[in-house]
């Protein structure tokens, strides 16, 4: 199996060691701004509001208000739903409740991972911290 290309982002930083040329950057991402964080959107539950703010306040430096918020308001509304499903199994403990959070979680580390919460995904998108 080929060993994965590194993306052009990471061969700037590194000094493109391979001294091919590279594309230029496509697209300028637009910094956080104060008014971007108190736009929370109103129906977010507790898990949520978190989430959202662990999102725009320490991973503010990668994340694009333009390009990234409705991954991070999704994600934000699967973080209450596991909570949901979590708060069902804690009362039922059936088997499909269990199935219900497993999938939930399951796809809330998905969309995490897409906005680079994980260091395996932080070094794939050359961020270090």
């Known amino acids: 199996m080929p060993k994965p290309c590194n993306p052009n982002e990471r061969k700037r930083l590194l000094g493109n060691p391979g001294k091919r040329a590279l594309p230029q950057p496509v697209l ?3 910094a956080v701004s104060q008014a971007d ?3 929370v959107p109103e129906h977010l539950g507790p898990e949520g509001l978190a989430l959202w703010n662990s999102a725009w306040g320490s991973a503010a430096a990668w994340l ?6 409705p991954l991070v308001i999704s994600a934000c509304e ?3 739903l596991v909570e949901r499903a979590r708060e069902r199994l804690n009362v039922t403990g059936t088997p499909q409740d269990t199935r219900a959070l497993t999938g939930l979680t399951s796809q809330l580390v998905t969309m995490l991972s897409l906005l680079g ?4 995904d932080r070094q794939k998108l050359g961020i270090r911290l």
């Open 28 to 30: 300028e991402l637009r």
């Open 37 to 39: 964080l108190e736009a």
């Open 64 to 69: 694009s208000p333009d390009s990234d918020l």
């Open 78 to 80: 699967m973080a209450d």
């Open 117 to 120: 919460f994980t260091p395996k």
